[in-house]
Each structure stands twice: as structure tokens, then as C-alpha cells.
């Protein structure tokens, strides 16, 4: 029996997501952005919550926390703290850690620079990667906590991941983020093949996400500051990829 996920819309613009082991009944909800949508996809489903996996701090992903793990009793995985404290956390996680729901198992994977202590969960065996806000489709995090070269690591590291895996991101930002990607690459390819799908889905009401990884090393700017074309369209030819996706990102948060 094969995992089962199932991603909604939390909040603003954010994802609620679960993985169901069905041989077990065994149900995390990766980030808990508020309580009720992730109670409400639990009762559709018939599955009951036994674990929470929390990526960072921020509130937007961790306020339902305390009010599912009352009505629920879920064990709460989260990383090692930084800055900010994460609440009722049972279990800490860092870098090659692994956590078990039911039968399934996620690696850890510390992706720092949105938060100092942001982490990834990779279910190999799923093709699932849940890394919230490092990697957007098209995009990535503020860099609010770490620097440039840390973010840009991390995303090195997600990059480095088969191409057949779906990308599980935190937000519904995938638009936005196709807008600003085309002001530095206008002609790629593959970049313009998914504004076209990306507007598709969004006008047929359903998220662009989860989307996969060998097509967002194609398209995602924030993941191609090696790549000699994207260095020479904001005038650093030759400089080396963390100065490239510098720029990039500041350029995003100007945008
Ligand atoms: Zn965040």
C-alpha cells in the first residue's frame, strides 16, 4: 500500500498537507498553519492525526500546534531551536535524522536561511519532499534569518535530489514568483511552458503545487545561479553562483 497525500489551502496563501501510511493509519500533518482545515481534511479522510513534522519556527506554520496536539495527542517532531523557540515539541531532529509516521520514513534535512533552523522532510520511498519555505515552485524564501550563501547551499542541497520527486512547498506564491523569474530569464523554455501551466491550473481553481524537481531545475531561477545565462543577465558573468543568487534574491525582494 502506497502513502497517500493530501495538500489544502491554510491562512492566505499557505499549504496544510498529510501523509496517510495506510498500512498503519499512521497520519502527520507536515506544518500546521491553523487547526480547523487540517481537522477538517482529517474528518474527510476518516484518519486521525498522529503526528505533527514542523520545518521552522514562524507562525504560519506551527499555530495549530497546541490545539490539534489537545485533541489529538500527535507527537510533535521539530528541529533543534535557534532563535525563536518552538513550542511542544516531543521530538528535536537535525541533519541525516530520521522520523517515522507508521511505516513511512522521512530523512531530515537542515536547509537554513529563511530560518537559522528551517529543516526539510524527504520521504525517499514516497518521491515526496516537504521543505516549505526554502524551495517555492519558481521561487524561494526571504533569506530573513541566515545569509545568501546559506540559502543558496540549501537550495544546492534540495537540487541535488532525483527529479521525479514532488516538491511540497509552503505557500501558493507560484504566479508571482513565474512573473518576477521572467524578468531574468525571458526566454527559457521551460520557464515559459509552466506560466502557462501554472495560469491553467490557477484559473481552474487548484494549486500549482506539488510540483516536480527535474522540472523546477529548468524553470526556478533561484536554483540556476550556476547556470552562465542566468550570471549574465544580471551582470555578474564569471562571478560565482552565491554572489549570482544574491542578486537574484535581492532583485526578488525589490520586485
Ligand atoms: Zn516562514
Known sequence: ??????????????????????????????DVPEAAPVIAALEREGWTLSDILVTHHHADHTQGIAELKAKYGCRVTAPHDKLTPIA???????????????????????????????????????????CADTLFSIGCGRVIEGTPSQM???????????????????????????KFALTIEPDNAALKARAVEAARQRAEGKPTVPTL?????????????????VAAAVGLAGKSAAEVFTEVRERKNKF
Do not use: Q
Not at 21 to 29: H, L, V
Open 1 to 30: 500500500m502506497t502513502a497517500e497525500i493530501r495538500l489544502f489551502p491554510c491562512l492566505a496563501d499557505n499549504f496544510g498537507a498529510l501523509i496517510h501510511d495506510p498500512a498503519t493509519k499512521a497520519t502527520a500533518a507536515i
Open 152 to 178: 543558496w547551499a540549501s537550495l544546492v542541497k534540495l537540487r541535488a535530489l532525483p527529479d521525479d520527486t514532488r516538491v511540497y512547498c509552503g505557500h501558493e506564491y507560484t504566479l508571482a514568483n513565474i
Open 213 to 229: 524537481l527535474g522540472e523546477e531545475k529548468k524553470a526556478n531561477v533561484f536554483l540556476r545561479a550556476d547556470v552562465p545565462e
Open 88 to 130: 511542544d515539541a516531543d521530538v528535536r531532529v537535525r541533519e541525516g535524522d530520521t522520523v517515522k509516521v507508521g511505516n513511512l520514513v522521512a530523512r531530515v534535512l537542515e536547509t537554513p536561511g529563511h530560518t537559522l533552523e528551517h529543516i526539510s522532510y524527504m520521504f525517499d520511498k514516497e518521491h515526496a519532499l516537504f
